[in-house]
């Protein structure tokens, strides 16, 4: 029977100039006079664009091989064309979902279906998010005409089938959307992936390069040699390698019928997975397992960095992830004896997230003498110091984070080994400013915020400076930690390269600490200055850039090797968000360590790896 895929381009170009407003409603419904007389196809669906040149009509009798069947979360099946009804072109899927909405599915693999309904064009988390559309048929009408058949062959996806270029750049007269632009998979592995949606795939066994989390999901690559690290994961070391290799793997089996198995960064994925391949929301192209492998433990290991010499400061950043005295006491010994154990108990430890003493509870609390008493206490247990500690309290709920929460910066500090230098200790509105003491910088408020009223710092935590003295000499330290990247689009965006809006806010942040910083050494110009903490972006980024401006700053995680660069694992990538950075005064003799000890396990603490500068005033 002939099929129309003549009439594709014309209809592709049509359907451009309405998918921005059809999109935006997050799914395509419109009703329209079925589209041909003709056999409609699965890849007649597809198309060779992101966007069905059918988006928003009616279709009958649309022939497929279900694939896989979901029956929680979005509920429905894959169907894909059977042996010899495929086309010989490599940009349209053969494959596609059928979306049943609250009723469950009530077909099995193997069926042989026809399936009546409307192409739509899904974009999961909504258009606001960025996101590419899934391509789906929805309220459907389906007739199973046999069972049991053989599935579909799967394809391949392997170091040699996904590109090494990641995407081609958007159209900039598509506001700089890919959604329009041919498919070209033997040139780019987020092509690649496209051309496959919705049809039956398979990885061999594949290293693991995002470890599982709390929703039943890991990440593996298929490109072994891919910006390797050498525990195993993937560093994302520029905006352009965003390693393609990488894949998300979850399973079509409810986890209450079928444990999801557990791994670590580095451990392997033995048999690899198979089954249709999605994509969602949370991490894009996405391999909903049919069929999945086990394990196998490579053993990785939590690292230990060595215990600072007598004459070095050590200097540590450590984000606890919201720890509040309403977490379990398990939380606070875990935490407290990695800093004992595997951060050798630095002298100043600058800790992220940390919560008042009732936590999310939003009634107006903001002292956190509670969460740090538990903490002391329990480095003191696991065979640490009896760190002091100095912080300054946040207005009510005026620097974001989770609500009731008020999370700030807190310096800890050995009283043994380094003392605090005390200076009218300011309150949460009140800047700290660059002073002369004799020949020397100084702080007006120790500790004390910088600039707290920049706008720049709206719900968002406002530094923390403090004077210390280690061996006579005074170091500046300036504790941050900066806005988050929400609201930015996912490497998958529809827009490439994608809008990373939050880092407007970063930016501002970083050129108010580096002018902060300037200004200590206009009155000393060999000050010993660090500043560090959740900077919440790259090395490379734009903010890092504005931190390190006119010299100001060195970014100490430059000096480690690119593969050792990250200290955050998230959808795989291995990359850099917790950073150290030194005046010139600090000079170039220091040790940096990334303590990998969170960010690579299934088993968390905390989501971040600390970070520990050595170095000799």
């Not at 451990?267 to 999945?292: K, S």
């Not at 107006?364 to 309290?393: C, H, I, M, N, Q």
């Not at 200790?425 to 120790?446: I, Q, W, Y």
């Amino acid at each position: 029977m002939p099929h129309i895929p003549s009439s594709r381009a014309t209809r592709s170009a049509a359907v451009g100039a309405v998918v921005a407003t059809a999109l935006a409603a997050g799914l395509l419904v419109a009703t329209s006079p079925a589209a041909s007389a003709d056999v409609v196809r699965i890849h007649d669906i597809q198309g060779t664009t992101r966007v069905s040149p059918l988006a928003g009509q009616q279709v009958t009798d649309v022939a497929g091989i279900v694939t896989g069947v979901r029956g929680y979360g979005s509920k429905g099946f894959w169907i894909q064309s059977a042996k010899g009804t495929a086309d010989a072109d490599p940009a349209t899927s053969e494959a596609v979902f059928v979306f049943t909405g609250s009723a469950a599915p009530t077909v099995a693999p193997g069926d042989a279906v026809r399936v009546s309904g409307t192409v739509g064009e899904y974009v999961p988390g909504g258009a606001g998010s960025g996101n590419q559309s899934l391509t789906q048929i929805t309220k459907p009408t389906v007739t199973v005409e046999s069972s049991g058949n053989a599935l579909p062959a799967p394809v391949t996806l392997d170091a040699k089938s996904v590109p090494a270029a990641y995407t081609p750049q958007g159209d900039a007269a598509q506001g700089g959307s890919i959604n329009g632009l041919t498919l070209r998979p033997r040139s780019y592995a987020l092509d690649r992936y496209e051309s496959l949606e919705g049809m039956n795939v398979r990885v061999g066994s594949s290293r693991v390069v995002g470890a599982t989390d709390a929703y039943n999901e890991l990440w593996v690559t298929v490109k072994p040699h891919e910006n390797a690290d050498r525990r195993g994961g993937t560093v994302y070391g520029s905006y352009r390698a965003q390693n393609g290799g990488r894949l998300q793997i979850q399973q079509l089996a409810p986890v209450s019928q079928q444990p999801f198995p557990t791994a670590n960064v580095g451990d392997v994925l033995r048999g690899g997975a198979e089954g249709p391949l999605d994509f969602n929301q949370f991490g894009g192209y996405t391999l909903v397992a049919r069929e999945l492998g086990d394990v196998a433990d490579k053993g990785l290991q939590h690292e230990r960095t060595r215990r600072q010499g007598k004459g070095e400061l050590a200097v540590a950043t450590y984000n606890v992830e919201n720890l509040d005295p309403t977490d379990p006491q398990t939380k606070f010994d875990a935490l407290a004896g990695a800093v004992v154990s595997n951060l050798s108990s630095p002298d100043i430890v600058a800790l992220e997230e940390i919560q008042d003493d009732n936590g999310a509870k939003n009634d107006g609390t903001v002292s956190a003498e509670a969460t740090l008493k538990k903490f002391t206490d329990a480095v003191v247990a696991a065979g640490g110091p009896r760190y002091a500690w100095r912080s300054v309290d946040p207005q009510n709920n005026k620097d974001g984070g989770e609500p009731g929460g008020n999370i700030r910066q807190v310096f800890l500090y050995n009283p043994e080994r380094v003392s605090f230098t005390e200076r009218a200790p300011g309150d949460a509105t009140t800047p700290t400013e660059v002073v002369r003491a004799g020949k020397r910088a100084a702080l007006s408020h120790s500790p004390g915020r910088v600039d707290p009223l920049n706008d720049a710092w709206a719900d968002s935590r406002k530094p923390l400076a403090g004077e210390f003295v280690f061996r006579g000499r005074t170091v500046f330290v300036i504790a941050n930690h900066f806005g988050s990247k929400g609201g930015d689009e996912g490497l998958t965006s529809h827009h490439q390269p994608p809008v990373r809006s939050s880092e407007a806010k970063r930016l501002r942040q970083a050129q108010a600490v580096n002018g902060f910083v300037k200004d200590l050494r206009k009155v000393q110009r060999n000050a010993d200055v660090v500043v560090l903490g959740d900077i919440n972006d790259y090395e490379f980024s734009a903010a890092a850039k504005a931190l390190e401006d006119g010299g100001a700053l060195r970014s100490a995680v430059r000096s480690l090797p690119r593969s050792e660069r990250y200290s955050y694992v998230y959808q795989g990538n291995s990359q850099v968000l917790d950073q150290i950075l030194t005046s010139p005064g600090v000079g170039d003799d220091f040790h940096y360590d990334s303590v990998h000890i969170n960010a690579e396990f299934a088993r968390q603490n905390s989501d971040h790896d600390p970070q520990v500068l050595r170095f000799k005033p």
